[in-house]
């Protein structure tokens, strides 16, 4: 069986046909590729989110909260309504002590603080047979007008394709940081990788282009990388992308990891890249609102009546597996938790 995300069959066979009730006050609910879901409240939209908790204690527990909050609230700040609330279930290991919890959960205030948002409801406790890294479940919500809402699937013929921080960078911070050992790289190559995990949040830059500019659909790249994300987008849209290869920003470290690993940076999970369609001209003030929340960011291609990807006219097919996954089983065999 396949490790991470399930594919779309399974969805299919599944989960979608089986949502419980059909209510009218939602606006947006499950599809493939679709970050969170819409309830309209009296005229209001509620974006909401769902995401598991994982902490990695090898990280420190300052830095593994700050990673794990900010996959929590990127699937609503893609959405352009910044995050307002969360509610947090924390199913914890009975090893990890009070002193770890606190620091966890002092760095996720001081964040929440820092972006507006309030906890409104959670859970925590101790159990058995509950293990790191995956320690519970939260909930991210937004409040904001339904014209504001930014949706995955809102790609147009015509729009141009924006990504930030290009293929891979989740998987080689992340992984070059648990299993340095486990990485034939020269010293400065290793710190380039690793430091890729500082590149692991897309929240600010979401809420900052959602902002700045008219923005017709953004999404994480997280498992499948930008290979999945951009035929999500194109699926959810019914859209054809077109990629120019060379535009496509690889930051430093990746290539060379990914290369370490023998897998397809493409397809590697990435949280932090954002993928983003808007029209031509709002490119330019797309690109400096993006640039002046300090990512690095290109203008990759464009889209058109359609369907599927296409990069330098070769189609690119949804990865369904990811690769990382694998690899990061393979290093914890050999070298341990981190």
């Known amino acids: ?13 599944h989960v979608l046909d089986h949502l419980g009730a059909s209510r009218d006050d939602v606006a947006l609910g499950p599809k493939h590729g679709v970050d969170f879901g819409v309830l309209d409240v009296d005229g209001t939209a509620l974006v909401a989110a769902t995401d ?9 527990w300052e830095r593994a909260a700050e990673f794990a909050l900010s996959i929590v609230l990127a699937d609503v700040a893609v959405s352009g309504i910044p995050p307002s609330h969360l509610a947090v279930s924390f199913s914890l290991p009975p090893e990890m002590t009070d002193e770890a919890f606190a620091a966890v959960w002092e760095t996720v205030d001081a964040e929440c603080r820092d972006l507006g948002v309030s906890v409104l409801t959670g859970h925590t406790a101790r159990y058995g047979g509950c293990s790191f890294p995956w320690v519970g479940a939260a909930t991210a919500m ?4 339904h014209e504001d809402v930014v949706r995955p699937d809102g790609a147009r013929p015509g729009d141009r394709v924006l990504v930030t921080n290009g293929p891979a960078a989740e998987a080689t911070g992340l992984l070059t940081t648990l299993y340095p050992e486990g990485f034939d790289l020269d010293d400065a190559t290793l710190a380039d990788a690793q430091s890729r995990l500082d590149d692991a ?16 659909a953004m999404h994480d790249a997280t498992e499948g990388g930008l290979a999945g994300a951009l035929n999500e987008v194109a699926a959810g ?6 990629v120019d290869r060379e535009r496509v920003p690889f930051m430093p470290g990746v290539e060379a990891a990914c290369r370490d690993l023998d897998v397809d940076p493409w397809a590697c999970t990435s949280a932090g890249t ?8 709002a490119v330019d003030g797309a690109l400096a609102a993006l ?26 097919e949804h990865p369904d597996v990811d690769p990382s996954w694998a690899a990061f089983e393979a290093l914890s065999a050999e070298y341990g938790d981190g």
Do not use: N, Q, W, Y
Request: hydrophobic share 45%; net charge negative.
């Open 201 to 216: 949040s897309c929240v600010r830059e979401a809420l900052r282009l959602a902002a700045a500019t008219d923005v017709h």
């Open 142 to 145: 937004a409040v904001g007008e």
């Open 52 to 60: 598991p908790v994982s902490i990695l204690p090898a990280l420190g």
């Open 274 to 281: 954002l993928v983003a369609a808007v029209p031509p001209e």
């Open 1 to 13: 069986m396949d490790l991470g995300k399930v594919d779309r069959d399974f969805l299919d066979a």
């Open 291 to 316: 640039r002046d929340e300090g990512a690095t960011a290109a203008e990759i291609g464009r889209v058109s009546d359609g369907d599927g990807v296409f990069v330098d006219g070769d189609r690119l």
């Open 237 to 242: 849209a019914g859209v054809r992308i077109d």
